[in-house]
C-alpha cells in the first residue's frame, strides 16, 4: 500500500532520506553486535519509473452502495478491537506487565501452537487503522495507529532490543530460525505483519511513532541476518515468510539505506524465482498464500533494482494464475494448494477453496503490475475478483470474514468470530474494506483511467479538477461521469471496455464519440474538458457459461463480472451455524447431507435457460428434475446453502 501517496504535511524526501536513527540490536539473542546501522545517504532506486499513478485515498470518495457499506461494517468492527489485548504478547516478551487479557484464536490458543502466529493480528490491525485513516479522516484510527507503535517502543526499549514480537517463547523461536535449527512455526510470516503494519502506519497515518520503531525493528533483521551465507539465508527462505522482501524493498525506498535494498534481495527467495523467471509453472502441490507474498515481493524489488528477472517471474506467476489456475470467483486452490488444472474435476468442489488470503494478496499483486503495464486484463481480474471474492467474503450483517469460500454445493459461508478467530483471512479481511477505493482510479502526465464502476469522485489535483461517477453497476450496465474544474483542462479519459461486455459506447455531453467492438481494452476520450462536461459509458452484460478446459461439464454462471450462485435456502441450518472458531473445522461444520439440484443439457446452450427473476440481479433456472433454481450475485449470498458451480448431465434439459 506504499504507492497510495506520501502523507500529510509531509514532504517526500522526508520518506526517501533515512534518519539515522541508530539501531537496537539482538544483545543477547543472536548475539548481534550493538553497533548502529549506519546513517544512509539518499540513493535513487535504480528500477523502472511506474507508467501509471494511484490517487492518494484520501483524493477519492465512495459513494452509497455494497461497497460502501462494507466499508463501514468494518470501520465499526475496528473500534470495538482493543489494542492493549493485541499488545498483550508483546508486552510479556519485553518483561512488561499486560494492560488486558489476550484474544484468542491464534493470538493465544494452544490449538493453533504449531503455527506460532501469536502477535499477526496486531500487523493486521496497525494497517487496517491506517488504511481506515487515510480513506475516512476519523483521526480516531490514527490515535490507535500512534498508541500501538508508542506501547511498541515501549517495548523496544525495555527489551533493550530492536526486535518486537509475541511468540510464546519469545525472542528464542527467532534466534532457533537464524541458528538454522528445526522449529514449529512462522516467525518472519508474523513478523512481517507487524513491518508491514508499521509500513502502512508511518506512510498512510503519517505517525512518526510507527517511523521509529519500524527504523529499529528494520535495523535489527539487518543485523541478525548479516552472518548468515547466502545459502544459509535460502535455507532459511524454506519456511513460510510472508512479504519480507516487499517490506525491506518499501525501507529501502523510504529512507535510500542500501542495507535495506540488500535485505530486500536477500529475502526475495531465489529457489522460486528462478524457475518463475524462465516461465516455467512448478505450482502444483505448492501452499498458495505462502507463495503469494513472497511474488509481490518480486515485484517490488524489481522496482527498486532493475533486475528483469524479479519482474518476470511476477507477470509469469500472475498469468498462470489468473489466467490457469483460476475458477470463476477469481480465487484459486483446495485446501490451500495449488493443484494440478487436469484435475480440477476432483477439487473444484471442495469445501476449502478459495482462501480469502490468497484474493487478497492476488489483487495487491494485480495492482502492482497494473502500475508498470495499465493493461484492461489486470483491471478485469481485479473486478471479477473484488465481487466474488472480496466483497463476498464480508458478512453484510456483521461484518466478519470468511476463511475459505468453497464451492461444495449445498454448504455455505463460514465466518469468524469477533474475538476468538484471529485467522490470517480475519487479520487480511480488516484491510480489504477499507481499501476499496485505492484501485478505482489511476492516472498518467494527462490521461484519467476508469477501471471501476462505483459511485464515487476523485480529486485529481494536477489537473485541478474532480471526477465525479454515478452508477447504480451492476444493477445497470452503464455509469455516468462529470467534469468539474474552474477552467478548461486537456486530458484523456480512459474508459475500460471490459472483458465481459461485447460493445461499449460512449457519450460525451449526450453525443455518441466513441464505439469499441474490442473486449478487454480502454476507449479514449481526448479532448479539452469543461466544467459540467458528462461522459456516459454503456456496455452490455449477459449470462454467459464459465468452465475449466479439463473439465466441460462443471459449469459455472455468470453475469458480467458477477458470479450467480445458486440460493438453496437453510434447509438443515440451525441458527448461528455459519460462525465457525476454528479454521481447521472448514468441512465439518454443516456437514448434515444436503443434495444440491441437478442441471442437465448443453453446458454451451445452458445459459439460454437462465432468465430474468422479479428484481434486479436475480435469475431463475430449472433443474433437471424441473424444479425452479434462484441465482443470485456470489457476493449477496450470506447465511444460507449456495451452489456456484454446477455438474451438467450431458442429454436433455
Not at 152 to 166: P, V, Y
Not at 486 to 513: M, Q
Not at 586 to 591: K, Q, R, S, T, V
Amino acid at each position: 500500500m506504499l504507492a497510495d501517496g506520501c502523507c500529510a504535511g509531509r514532504s517526500r524526501r522526508d520518506f526517501l532520506v533515512g534518519t539515522g536513527t541508530a539501531a537496537l540490536t539482538g544483545g543477547a539473542l543472536l548475539a548481534a553486535t550493538r553497533s548502529a546501522v549506519a546513517a544512509p545517504a539518499p540513493i535513487l532506486a535504480s528500477g523502472p519509473a511506474a507508467t501509471v499513478m494511484p490517487f492518494d485515498l484520501g483524493d477519492v470518495t465512495l459513494g452509497d452502495g455494497p461497497f460502501l457499506q462494507a466499508q463501514r461494517k468494518t470501520e465499526a468492527y475496528l473500534l470495538t478491537l482493543q489494542p492493549d489485548r493485541m499488545l498483550h504478547n508483546f508486552r510479556v516478551n519485553a518483561g512488561l506487565k499486560p494492560k488486558a487479557p489476550v484474544y484468542g484464536g491464534w493470538e493465544s490458543d494452544p490449538t493453533w501452537a504449531d503455527i506460532n502466529c501469536h502477535g499477526h493480528t496486531l500487523g493486521h490491525y496497525l494497517s487496517a487503522c491506517a488504511l481506515a485513516y487515510r480513506s475516512t479522516g476519523n483521526a480516531v484510527y490514527k490515535r490507535r495507529v500512534d498508541y500501538i507503535a508508542r506501547e511498541l517502543a515501549a517495548c523496544q526499549k525495555a527489551a533493550d532490543s530492536g526486535l518486537i514480537c509475541a511468540f510464546p517463547d519469545g525472542a528464542k523461536l527467532v534466534a532457533a530460525h537464524l541458528r538454522g535449527e528445526p522449529i514449529t512455526g512462522v516467525p518472519w510470516y508474523t513478523l512481517h505483519k507487524v513491518y508491514a503494519g508499521l509500513r502502512d502506519g508511518a506512510m498512510l497515518a503519517d505517525s512518526a511513532a510507527s517511523r521509529a520503531v519500524l527504523l529499529k525493528f528494520a535495523d535489527w533483521a539487518v543485523i541478525a541476518t548479516r552472518p548468515l551465507s547466502d545459502a544459509q539465508f535460502e535455507t532459511m527462505l524454506e519456511t513460510e515468510h510472508g512479504g519480507m522482501s516487499e517490506v525491506f524493498a518499501d525501507l529501502f525506498a523510504m529512507t535510500g539505506n542500501a542495507d535495506y535494498k540488500q535485505t530486500a534481495e536477500r529475502f526475495a527467495q531465489k529457489a522460486i524465482m528462478a524457475p518463475l523467471a524462465k516461465r516455467r509453472d512448478m505450482l502444483d502441490g505448492m501452499h498458495a498464500n505462502t507463495q503469494l507474498p513472497k511474488i509481490i515481493g518480486y515485484q517490488r524489488v524489481w522496482e527498486i533494482t532493475g533486475n528483469p528477472d524479479y519482474h518476470v517471474a511476477a507477470a509469469f506467476f500472475w498469468q498462470t494464475v489468473a489466467r490457469t489456475r483460476s475458477f470463476a470467483t477469481g480465487g484459486h486452490g483446495d485446501n490451500e494448494h495449488f493443484f494440478p488444472m487436469a484435475d480440477f474435476a476432483d477439487h473444484v468442489f471442495s469445501a476449502k477453496g478459495s482462501e480469502t488470503c490468497c484474493q487478497h494478496n492476488m489483487l495487491k499483486l494485480t495492482r502492482a503490475l497494473f502500475l508498470h503495464d495499465p493493461q484492461a486484463g489486470y483491471a478485469d481480474y481485479y473486478e471479477r475478483t473484488l465481487y466474488n471474492g472480496i466483497l463476498a467474503s464480508q458478512d453484510p450483517d456483521s461484518g466478519m470474514a470468511t476463511y475459505f469460500q468453497g464451492a461444495r454445493p449445498g454448504y455455505m459461508k463460514l465466518y469468524h468470530t469477533p474475538e476468538r478467530s484471529f485467522w490470517c483471512c480475519t487479520g487480511t479481511g480488516m484491510e480489504n474494506h477499507v481499501k476499496y477505493r485505492d484501485s478505482i482510479y489511476f492516472h498518467g502526465a494527462d490521461a484519467l483511467y476508469v477501471n471501476l464502476f462505483l459511485p464515487s469522485s476523485v480529486r485529481w489535483r494536477d489537473k485541478d479538477a474532480v471526477v465525479t461517477q454515478t452508477t447504480s453497476f451492476p444493477e445497470t450496465p452503464t455509469t455516468t461521469l462529470r467534469w468539474s474544474s474552474k477552467r478548461p483542462t486537456t486530458a484523456t479519459l480512459k474508459l475500460r471496455h471490459p472483458h465481459w461486455s461485447d460493445t461499449a459506447v460512449v457519450l460525451v455531453n449526450g453525443v455518441e464519440t466513441a464505439r469499441s467492438t474490442a473486449p478487454g481494452s480502454y476507449v479514449d476520450v481526448a479532448r479539452t474538458w469543461r466544467d459540467g462536461d458528462r461522459v456516459d459509458l454503456r456496455l452490455a452484460m449477459e449470462v454467459a457459461v464459465q468452465r475449466a478446459p479439463a473439465a466441460p461439464d462443471i459449469v459455472a454462471f455468470t453475469y458480467g463480472p458477477l458470479v450467480l450462485a445458486g440460493a438453496l435456502g437453510r434447509e438443515g441450518l440451525a441458527p448461528g451455524s455459519d460462525i465457525i472458531v476454528s479454521e481447521r473445522k472448514y468441512g465439518e461444520y454443516n456437514a448434515t447431507p444436503f443434495t444440491a439440484p441437478d442441471l442437465a443439457g448443453d453446458p454451451d446452450t445452458l445459459a439460454a435457460t437462465v432468465k430474468p427473476g422479479p428484481s434486479p440481479l436475480e435469475f431463475k433456472t430449472v433443474s433437471a428434475e424441473g424444479q425452479p433454481i434462484r441465482l443470485i450475485p456470489y457476493h449477496r449470498i450470506a447465511h444460507e446453502r449456495y451452489a456456484t458451480y454446477w455438474k451438467v448431465a450431458r442429454g436433455a434439459a
